[in-house]
């Protein structure tokens, strides 16, 4: 007997892992803030620059082809010609190729902001995905640090445009040449930056301590700097088994936070000693503290704060972060705040990579993302949710010239508009698919208007507020909502109802 032929499998509509898909408003709000974010970066004289989504490997620097496919962290394959090539995993990667490959062509120093999508080939999470949003700015080609400081005033101005007002974020400042030297009081660095005692290991774990202030707070730190520390489930971090006169050196930088800038840099340079570069770095925290004072900046906005130590093998000077200040419940239905959304800093060495010659940068990458988040979680997300189409709703399929009609007349009037194209006509249906895109008006023309000359105009924002206030049947009859109009009143009726 014949075996029955296999059905064809249909495939799983299905995402893969660490990635989600983004509809209508989410789009919109997104495209509307990085609008503002780009105004204030185009104010400061920064041109956009696109690059393609893929690199090769080679230019990404970080990640180098092993047997099979490039380490991890990237979406890597290989090219027809056998050249590794992947998605970018950030948007600085891409400028410093640009960078050095244009040297010839670009002002120097060349100011750029890019936005778009970056991939990262990392184990998903609860709010972590493999692809996420980002807004750069950067400066290459100037080593003063007065870039630092604009940098720092620029990040400030796009947060306020992006919606966060000025008492609920700080732009916090720190210095690697600084930490640096405070590591070289411990002995954990030796000047020059000859490293062939072994100490790496140890100050990535004192690095990573300092990094928990926020959430551990100094007990937690300082536990972190000595033999470990068990965390609730009993759970154990080894630590960096620092003896406890340099686990003081240490908790005395984190905490050398001082009432205003000059005072803070005052503390920082006791802490520094003899370093050179530590005392380096103090002078520039300083130049960028006055800087940024002068123009009404220092404090809130941004301050010096020597508990900031983002990505530090990175970075070869002025680091800085934006946290957000104010309160959230987050899954676990507790109040904190919400963190960084921002980061950013010093990096002398990237564009050399490709040159063999040291090309000064700085710049700043925000995580759109969750900066959006941000806006949301504050309850941000339904003041500013884009307003719908207005629906000509299709009470004749045999009528849907003069529909087509009237949705021209509205968008010929700069009114976003569309026509009912579902199958049937059921008001009810339609009148649900019009709330299901936010559409603030709904027009009805069936036969008896037509015949009178006459357009059904419902206000369905109005109607929504009222539909929660009114209490009996003679009030629903009285309400305002719907408006019978003349047909060439319709558009101007329409507009004075969007009018804000």
Known sequence: MAKKPKKPQRPKAILPRGFNDSFGEDVLARQRMLARIAEVYHLYGFDPLETPAIETVEALGKFLPDVDRPMGGVFGFQDDDEAWIALRYDMTAPLARVAAQYKQDLPSPYRRYAMGPVWRNEKPGPGRFRQFWQCDADTVGTSTVAADAEICAMLADALQAAGIARDEFSVRINNRKVLNGILEQTGLLQPGGDDDTGLENRRGITLRAIDKLDRLGESGVRLLLGEGRKDESGDFTKGANLSDEQADIIMGFVSAERADGAATCARLRELVGTSEQGQEGVDELETIAEILESQGYYAPLAKIDPSIVRGLDYYTGPVYEAEL??????????????????????????????????????????????????????????????????????????????????????RNAGIRAEVYMGGGTNMGKQLKYADKRAAPVAVIIGSEERERGVVQIKDLVLGARLASEIESNEEWKAQPAQREVARGDALATIREILAP
């Open 325 to 410: 200040t104010f309160e959230i419940i987050d899954e676990k239905g507790e109040k904190r705040q919400f963190g960084s959304v921002a980061g950013g800093g010093r990096y002398d060495d990237l564009v050399g990579r490709f040159t063999g010659q040291r090309t000064p940068g700085t710049g700043v990458s925000i995580g759109v993302d969750r900066l959006l988040a941000a806006l949301a979680a504050r309850n941000d997300a339904e003041e500013e949710r884009a307003q719908g189409p207005v629906v000509i709703l299709a009470a004749e399929r045999d009528q849907m010239a003069d529909y087509q009609l009237l949705c021209a007349e509205l």
